[in-house]
T-cell receptor, first 110, second 116 residues
Framework: RKEVEQDPGPFNVPEGATVAFNCTYS??????FFWYRQDCRKEPKLLMS???SGNEDGRFTAQLNRASQYISLLIRDSKLSDSATYLC???????????FGTGTRLKVLA | DAGVIQSPRHEVTEMGQEVTLRCKPI?????LFWYRQTMMRGLELLIY????????DSGMPEDRFSAKMPNASFSTLKIQPSEPRDSAVYFC??????????????FGQGTRLTVV
């Protein structure tokens, strides 16, 4: 079983839609969580960190469920520019390793 | 800040040749990571360094791969001999490790390697 798992998609949604991605992780000692965004043929870039109480940044909301070992990303009012691959990232206690999921591809359609 | 700098951006080489990828992390960062990305396997962590010391190289696929970090501002990933299945995008990333808070990893633009 992979350490971090994501549905690869693609998720095709119309502009203005709300879309949610989930990510599960296998190591219960995981301590830090992030969502990264990767555009085609570009490097991954941090979208937002995920905090235990959940956090919001504009149209983006991240949630953490430690009991079920998953994190989620909600995008409201999707824009064409949100089209990208969203990568779930987990950092495990006692290591410095950032483990990436394989990513979920989102395509926002006009 | 210039960010993480990788070179070359593109490399095409023949099977059997030696390939060296280079990375300059962000000044002040104490952790450096080498990743490989393919369509099939996504982003795989190959090796990471903390304070220039290799901490975990369990992701290095074979003995043909080696990595060094001679100082805080430079790292190399070497493949010798290269094989077609090594074709991928290789990313270097750095971070400033801090146990008290979430610290993100910053990525370079990657080296697109093609072995023919």
């Amino acid at each position: 079983r992979k350490e971090v798992e994501q549905d690869p998609g693609p998720f095709n949604v119309p502009e203005g839609a709300t879309v949610a991605f989930n990510c599960t992780y296998s190591n219960s000692a995981s301590q830090s969580f992030f969502w990264y965004r990767q555009d085609c043929r570009k490097e991954p870039k941090l979208l937002m960190s995920v905090y235990s109480s959940g956090n919001e940044d504009g149209r983006f909301t991240a949630q953490l469920n430690r009991a079920s070992q998953y994190i989620s990303l909600l995008i409201r009012d999707s824009k064409l520019s949100d089209s990208a691959t969203y990568l779930c990232v987990v950092l495990t206690s006692g290591t410095y390793k950032y483990i990436f999921g394989t990513g979920t591809r989102l395509k926002v359609l006009a | 800040d210039a960010g993480v700098i990788q070179s070359p951006r593109h490399e095409v080489t023949e099977m059997g040749q030696e390939v060296t990828l280079r990375c300059k992390p962000i000044s002040g960062h104490n952790s450096l990571f080498w990743y490989r990305q393919t369509m099939m396997r996504g982003l795989e962590l190959l090796i990471y360094f903390n304070n220039n010391v290799p901490i975990d190289d369990s992701g290095m696929p074979e003995d043909r791969f080696s990595a060094k970090m001679p100082n805080a501002s430079f790292s190399t990933l070497k493949i010798q001999p290269s094989e077609p299945r090594d074709s991928a995008v290789y990313f270097c990333a750095s971070s400033k490790w801090d146990l008290t808070k979430n610290t993100e990893a910053f990525f370079g633009q990657g080296t697109r390697l093609t072995v023919v």
